[in-house]
Antibody, heavy 114, light 115 residues
């Protein structure tokens, strides 16, 4: 069974940093594309970033230059380093498997507030 | 103008069919795009329903009932999610998605209410 579990969320001040993790199990992690998607409170879904099995990376314009996606295939883990956080980055952050976003974790809440 | 536009809400009776549209921005041809559909219930992550690029290349999510199906309306430049035999458990938010200009783009979402 595919399992994705995010962690690392919390309360941070504007301008601060957080590092999110996504622990994957139940599939061959190294062979899959992975994504981060977020959802602000009461709002719709917003794709954040993508990383291929070979390391190709894409970012949404809203986070480009501030967020960094990475993966550790030996640890079956996906990461999102978030710097220069803004109030409008407040959201539940999900990791999602594959280019079709076919499997999702339960999400981790990031709150950016002073 | 958003890349993908969905009606904000849709209401239908149990047993009826509901057709959810996902309209692509003018200048972007739906025929060239894979359209993905997701269902999200309150307090839960989205669930992948299906992918519809064409009749010959569609993909149903694992465990997704066959009463959920996809299609395209070229004249409307839209992807369509059809829910047949609507059930109370289908009450949820529905999002379409596609890959455009090196980014995944989600539609604005449709809230489906089963009356």
């Amino acid at each position: 069974e595919v399992q994705l579990v995010e962690s690392g969320g919390g309360l941070v001040q504007p301008g601060g940093s957080l590092r999110l993790s996504c622990a994957a199990s139940g599939f061959s992690f190294s062979t899959y594309e992975m994504n981060w998607v977020r959802q602000a409170p009461g709002m719709g879904l917003e794709w954040v970033s993508y990383i291929s099995s070979g390391g190709t990376i894409y970012y949404a314009d809203s986070v480009k230059g501030r967020f960094t996606i990475s993966r550790d295939n030996a640890r079956n883990s996906l990461f999102l380093q978030m710097d220069s956080l803004r109030v409008d980055d407040t959201a539940v952050y999900y990791c999602a498997r594959s280019s079709g976003l076919t499997d999702w974790g339960p999400g981790t809440l990031v709150t950016v507030s002073s | 103008q958003a890349v993908l536009t969905q009606p904000a809400s849709l209401s239908a009776s149990p047993g009826a069919s509901a057709s959810l549209t996902c309209t692509l921005r003018s200048g972007i041809n739906v025929g060239a795009y894979r359209i993905y559909w997701y269902q999200q219930k309150p307090g839960s992550p989205p669930q992948y329903l299906l992918r519809y690029p064409s009749d010959s290349d569609n993909h149903q999510g694992s465990g997704v009932p066959s009463r959920f199906s996809g299609s395209k309306d070229a004249s409307a430049n839209a992807g369509i999610l059809l829910i047949s035999g609507l059930q109370s458990e289908d009450e949820a938010d529905y999002y379409c998605m596609t890959w455009h200009s090196s980014a995944f783009v989600f539609g604005t979402g449709t809230k489906v209410t089963v009356l």
